[in-house]
């Protein structure tokens, strides 16, 4: 028997057409750890906005982050918040950490079809990252939080509105996500999914962040997105 883990052939994905990648933590590993400060600027945000301190403030976002999907739907929901500022205020980071990454480039240009970011977070900030590693031309469009009407994966309805906005046909379509939830979804609408994991760990993930091998929605596993995608060139 296969184990998930091991390198695809190249006829698993040859009927994929339509290459959509989650962004953070998938284009570029997690030990960049790029997220750490946007989750800081989120954490300060949630502190500013209440009146918290910073511990009750990280408990309260990561509260609303398990429960709704990001720290910004909890906020929405419980608090009424104008989104577009809190998005602001959250991506303003510096993507010096993120390198040039050219074998990556040279493999998502070489993937026959059409190719998208489907991400959490803003335009603004894939758009930076993206450019940042050096990728950016490969991807026909960004699809964010805002053309999600801010209902994030892994809800199901905003998956619907990505392939019907980009007409993806979704069994010539493969997902790469590093979170395992958001790929229960894209399974069920006939993708194949991949879940890139940590190379280096380098910091506890939450439980409900790990896959384990009850997970029937996950395709493949691999902490190297680069050789997966040379695996089936
Ligand atoms: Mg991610």
Redesign the pocket.
């Known amino acids: 028997m296969n184990d998930k883990t091991d390198l695809p052939s190249k006829s698993d994905f040859s009927h994929v057409s339509e290459w959509v990648f989650?962004?953070?933590?998938?284009l570029y590993p997690h030990h960049i750890d790029l997220?750490a400060q946007i989750d800081r600027n989120m954490t300060a945000y949630v502190a500013d906005l209440l009146d918290l301190g910073p511990e009750d403030a990280r408990k309260l976002q990561k509260q609303y982050y398990h429960d709704h999907g990001t720290t910004l739907r909890g906020l929405m929901h419980h608090h009424n918040i104008d989104p577009a500022g809190f998005l602001d205020a959250a991506h303003k980071i510096d993507y010096s950490p993120l390198p040039v990454d050219e074998s990556l480039s040279a493999v998502i240009k070489a993937l026959p079809g059409r190719k998208f970011i489907f991400?959490?977070g803003t335009v603004k900030h894939a758009e930076a990252a993206a450019k940042a590693l050096g990728i950016l031309d490969h991807f026909e469009d960004i699809f964010d939080i805002v053309a999600a009407d801010y209902v994030p994966k892994p809800a199901g309805q905003t998956y619907d509105k990505f392939a019907s906005l980009h007409r993806v046909t979704t069994n010539k379509a493969a997902m790469f996500?590093?979170?395992p939830r958001?790929l229960i979804a894209p399974k069920l609408l006939g993708m194949k999914t991949v879940l890139?994991v940590p190379s280096v760990v380098d910091q506890p993930l939450e439980r409900w962040e790990i896959a384990d091998d009850n997970d029937e929605h996950i395709d493949y596993v691999t902490s190297d997105l680069t050789g997966f995608l040379k695996a089936i060139l």
């Open positions: 989650d962004l953070d933590n998938t997220f991400t959490n996500e590093d979170l958001n890139i």
